[in-house]
């Protein structure tokens, strides 16, 4: 079943070099369906490995279906078989690279047990678990349509209405027509990307930027760029170059505390950004997940613009349910009608009603507000107390976030994040590297801390040894 | 903000058909960002318009975005614009085409008291509303972690362990590593398409079949060809044919009840179709999401084949909740691992553990078995009452299903199902035409009715009315 792994007990790496050589022409489609392979020969030439490596891919290859070997006459790509969409090298859990999926399958599928200061939101006990669980039991005493029926294709009205309220605040001026729900943040913007992207389309993102982006934009087939982000935001100059040179269809970021940096978005830094972006027509996905955590409001690009070409995409994951999954998309009347088909055509309507239900409860009760502000004051602690343990083990933030869980670390010199969370991993607990946050790998001696997952004392003790890791190979 | 329907008041369909054509060339990568248009004299010849026709259809793409005038040199193409994935035409509410979304869109989004012969699942009141409130009451008591966290990549061990078991009692056996949960049963086929498949690859669809599989295959930018269905499921010699001329990547089907027909797959056919698919190499999807409707078990493709190259998929939408959103796919383990691996990026991680929960606990009570028996026994009178009626107004059943709550039905001579939805949602009622199942446009004397949805006494007025209407063009 899992060809890869156990190949890699007996081919070795150069097997799946030539392997993914392959694979790739096929992707990208240099190589088309009954299309010749190169010769052997030829091949392992051309690549500086033996024949017999060659062969072993080519053998590997034909089992999973992808070329076939025409007797006497060489091997072919598949007829009708396009290659799968393969994102990753499927390997067992502990060897998996370190790659854009690596920190979001670890911290998904660890045990409650396992500590994890590489996650990407809160503990059980830092979300308001009361005011849930009232939602959950009034939601057994809901309209039974609530209950059992697939809900409207752009979400619940009295939800788009609270939220609306919201945007608001955000100095965002919408109307209903501007507005859906989705299932989650990360659907919104994939949403978005079907309706945007077509293969090949380059799209911009900041680096670093949040991993999954950069998941989702394999997923696409895009062409990946990035632009540094200093601690006032994308870097201008750059910015504008990279319009130039490689005409991105579209930008991807977050505004307020920006992940993983915890950076906050000049005013002045927008508005220069929103000119160049339209004079190279550049569509903007302004990600606003972390702004309840935001100590008072920060500039937002789809305020500046007025949602013309930045579309606002949010959700509630991470202040006040991961569960109950719900997302929203603020951008253009007539692209939210397509998006709405587009959903309707991949999920079949919008978020779950009792998701919707539960979440405009949680949002209109009196103590989320009480609990937001509380949260606040305990994640500013909580900031304050990891950044001074961490700096007595050389680990410097890189700046010091206004607000949200987040402390994007240099390392002390000569250490290796990847192969400290490697390390880590070995010992049960999940890290954040910083490669996997950078699309230029500039960060091989950053890492991101979620502050509210590190006190566990065993963790520190983990922590202190896998910083001494080194590289294998 | 509605430039076609502005237009359509103003320009006709002239207009429509030029500025269709340009953007299929530039959908389908004719035409490319910078590239000089036809001129206008040359396409008004070759389209048999006027010159003046194709101007207003350039100046209406302009004011779009996807092509730009250069004064003096005619018109482009955009240069950093790739042309949105728009899967139907913008239009209001009333007056949308009636395509595969047209349904969807009509049924999802009407009011409650809205007669809906034409939507594809039950009302409130047949679906187990009791278990569900005590399992939305026990949710409130639950882990805190249920409550708040994003669950594992493969979803809820509990659900898939009750899944395993079910899939077992239809002859597949599948180990846990096969099996993944996914956030509905639409999305599950969704991410074998993102997995499988590439824009332009052919995928067989059965004539008729569910409408929602072509809205999703068209948002694949998918090639649909379709094999008739026979009430013993698809016509193998014309299925053999087709995988030889048009080598279709996938064939969707359902073999339980499918829908719309209520059609159940015989043993013979399914043995053939597996025997014609492997010398084709054919990947096949089976939505079982009728299955439990079922009197007994009727044959599987995926038992007969062994999850090898068939895909089983299916949720709990139709039986248990739609709200509470959860689907499933039973699959090769090397194919899962990657499907993991796309859900994460596109929706980051598998389905809500508030749903699974629900989800898990109404299967596991007494109550799901007796409720489904009932069920069941309901329906089969109801289809034997509605077939009556319908039998009065000259409606005839093309069979009578074995279980399930659909009539797949042919009208009267002369009597025109897309002309009759048309005229019923004037006066709030949803019907199914026809065509909106049939890729080969071969059903518009048809009509899918919902025998749980047909017992309001003003609705068969409404539909009596709605069957005299003509088309209006």
New interface residues.
Partial sequence: ???EAQMKGRGGTRTIDVMGAIRAKVTG?ALGPGDRLPSIRSLAAAMGVSPSTVVEAYDRLAAE?LIRARRGSGFYV?????P?????E?EPRRDRAVDP?WV??QS??AD?AVPKPGCG??P??W?P?AA???A??A????????????????GAPVLRRLLLTRLAEDGIEAAMGQLMLT?????AT?LIC??????G?TVLVDDPCYF?FR??L??HQAKIVSVPYTPSGPDVARFEQILGSE???LYITNSALHNPTGATLSLQTAHRLLTVAAA???TVIEDDIFGDFEPERSPRLAALDGLNRVIRIGSF?KTL?????CGYIAA????I??L???Q??????GP????TE?IAKVLAGGSYRKHMEELRQKLTRARRDIARKLGALGIEPWLMPRGGFFLWCRLADGQDATAAARAALEEDVVLAPGNVFSVAQTALNFMRFNVAHMSDPGMWDVLRRALKAQPNR
Avoid: K
Avoid at 78 to 82: D, E, G, I, M, N
Avoid at 84 to 88: E, R, V, Y
Avoid at 183 to 187: A, I, K, L
């Fill in positions: 079943m899992d060809i489609r279906g598949s007829p009708t078989v396009a799968p969409l393969a994102l990753s499927v999926f979001s399958r998904l599928d409650d939101w809160l059980p006990v979300m678990e849930l669980r009232r959950a039991r939601l057994g005493r809901s309209e039974a349509s609530v209950l059992t029926n697939y809900g409207s294709t752009r299932g989650s943040g990360t659907q994939d079907r309706f945007l992207l077509r293969p389309d999954n998941a989702l394999r997923a005409r991105p269809r190279h027509d550049l994951s349910s991961a569960s109950v999954r253009r009347a007539d692209w009608e397509h709405v088909d587009l309707v055509a991949t999920s079949f309507g779950s009603p009792v998701a539960i």
